[in-house]
């Protein structure tokens, strides 16, 4: 906890020339940055992007993990299910800047897979990383590649733990394999699928921040910059410590509301929370 005493520059207006000193006697402020931000021109633009690219994000990275464990679990050939586990587990053991490489190659103008796929079949190529309105869809499609396998590992232990004699009792009952793994492994899931959604909910406003400062540029600014591109714009290149923190407070704050609430109304509506 004692790093976060210098959550206190966001209520102070620190100068960079005055080094860890001004942490205790710079001018008080109150929420003057706080309310710069809101005033900002950039505000609604980068919460804009910052609930969409997470939404997103969570909308098709966190129910993929969950589809890839219960198709993964149906398998019977155990050489081939040893195979796609690895093959989709990899992604994540590759790092942001080298996955960030990778869309690069994939998506260039020059030579890229994709686009000499659209030329190939009579279309014009399109700058991917270039293109507003193309560059949520190119996170959103690497964080699901990069996340699913290593997500899918929770899901598998939840299914590994559940007690067999259910299938036997479905089996009995008349139930098929879908209708058992409907009724028997994905609610198996569900405590494990509550606990990862409120952690997830956690980082909700964070967004990625190292795969968009890789790949974003000005041209897509309009829908690449987030909450913590705009921090590290004005925090580390402009020196603006003080707005930088109070940005990033009430980046936090957004966070932790989500995650109490999220964990409240799962409390009430399940056996399974955080706390």
Known sequence: YIPMFGIIISFKDLS????VRGIFTSEWVGLKHFIRFWNSYYFWNVMRNTLLISGYNLLFGFPASIIL????NEVRHVVFKRIVQTVSYLPHFISTVGVAGLAMMILS?????????IVHFG????????SPEHFRSVLVISHVWQSIGWGSILYL????GVDPTLYEAAK???AN????MRHVTFIGMIPVMIVLFVLTLSHFME?????????YNPMTYETADVLNTYIYRRGILSADFSFATAVGLFQSVIGFVLVVSANRVVKKFSDTSLW
């Open 177 to 180: 394999r879908f209708q058992q």
């Open 172 to 174: 009995i009952d008349g």
């Open 109 to 117: 103008t020059d030579g890229g897979l994709i686009n000499a796929i």
């Open 157 to 160: 232990a939840a299914i590994a």
């Open 123 to 130: 279309g014009e190529p399109i700058h991917f990383l270039g």
């Open 207 to 215: 967004t990625g921040f190292q795969k968009i400062i890789l790949l």
């Open 16 to 19: 960079p020339f005055e080094g």
């Open 69 to 72: 464990a219960l198709l993964l």
